[in-house]
């Protein structure tokens, strides 16, 4: 098992950038995927980002050129780095691990981009 902690999410104005940061309890290095998704207020969840462990990555098209996905091994941490956000980006926000069998969640982090 693994937990997986967010922190990063706030409220900021359309333009601006926030990084998400998603704490693991134990190395990111050996999962077959990490992934940032996000669920807007009142829609279903959507994925985001991915970062595939041969290090390929994927994003949503909404937030091609403006989000990149990273991570951190020596510190168990991955990231959301956050550009040139819009309203329409106002979500909780989750990162995810997967292999195998093994899906674990985190519990959110709220963002707010105000207009």
């Known amino acids: 098992q693994v937990q997986l902690v967010e922190s990063g999410g706030g409220l900021v104005q359309a333009g601006g950038s926030l990084r998400l940061s998603c704490a693991a309890s134990r190395s990111i290095s050996s999962f077959d995927a990490i992934n940032w998704s996000r669920q807007p207020p009142g829609k279903p969840r959507e994925l985001v980002a991915t970062?595939?462990?041969?290090?390929?990555?994927n994003y949503a098209d909404s937030v091609k050129g403006r989000f990149t996905i990273s991570t951190d091994n020596a510190n168990n941490t991955m990231y959301l780095q956050m550009h040139s956000l819009r309203p329409e980006d106002t979500a909780v926000y989750h990162c995810?691990?997967?292999?195998?069998?093994?899906?674990?969640w985190g519990q959110g982090t709220q963002v707010t981009v105000s207009s």
């Open positions: 995810n691990v997967r292999r195998g069998n093994l899906n674990a």
């Open positions: 970062l595939t462990s041969r290090g390929s990555t």
